[in-house]
């Protein structure tokens, strides 16, 4: 053997088992056995019992549970208030997580961290709290009522309020790491060409950032749906006027309607699936779409 022999022939089945096992966990048998129970125990099983505790009321049961006028009335609430507030935190999101990037001020830090807040503050306290400060004596709902005749505690727009509040987290926390990315050469390569601001946003920043806020949407969305404690006690929980999906399914539950819970919650999960996959559809082409260019 001589010294310029390579490494690789010294012991050729060494080094090919390197090659196909560079992670720390076991072989992919044990850690995708793993991983799949795991989440079936957690996720599959519980998400699975919904549709089949619901299909105890047959089909006319079914659709005679979620097709009253207040479950419809609660569908478009939840839905609706979620979407918008997911629009509001996609745009202001974006805005928070640019002047935490790219810009250097006192209290940096302080503003970064209390971003984090919804994540930590328990949804009864945040709830409590926006029902005080929005309500007709608050300190914010109070020139809102007096100036504008807005009335934001024990209404729908109350809804929209505290479900931007724990959602704006997911968009700015998702977007924040992918503008930490972008290599600041690329829009300077865009002003010496003669590009404005807006025109080096549009076609630099914002194809590579899009993937991030479409993400960031979803989970702020789907965050929104599911969310109860922060929305009771803001929105007035007024049938037909200010009542959120999740409310309703508590009632049904405390009636001791399992079924008729089961079936409402059915509804959500698959609305919202059908939305998640559409988004991360788009999210894939866009990446695909990317990587093409």
Known sequence: MTATTPVSTLNPPAVARRRRSPGVLPGFGLSMGFTVVYLSLLVLIPLAALPIKAAGLGWDGFWAAVGTPQALAAYRLTFGAALLAAAVNLVFGMIVAWVLVRYSFPGKRILDALVDLPFALPTAVAGIALSYLYSTKGWLGKPLYEFFGWKISYSAAGVVVALIFIGLPFVVRTVQPVLEDVEKELEEAAASLGASRLQTFLHVLFP????????????????????????????????????????????????????????????????????????????????RRGGVR
């Open 208 to 287: 590579a950032v899009l993937p991030a806020l479409l993400t960031g949407f979803s989970l702020a969305f789907a965050r929104a749906v599911g969310e109860y404690g922060s929305v009771v006690f803001i929105a007035g929980n007024r049938p037909m006027v200010s009542e959120i999906a999740p409310l309703l399914i508590v009632s049904k539950l405390e009636r001791f309607d399992y079924a008729g819970a089961a079936a409402i919650s059915t509804v959500l999960l698959v609305a919202s699936f059908l939305l998640l996959l559409l988004i991360n559809l788009l999210q894939a082409w866009q990446q």
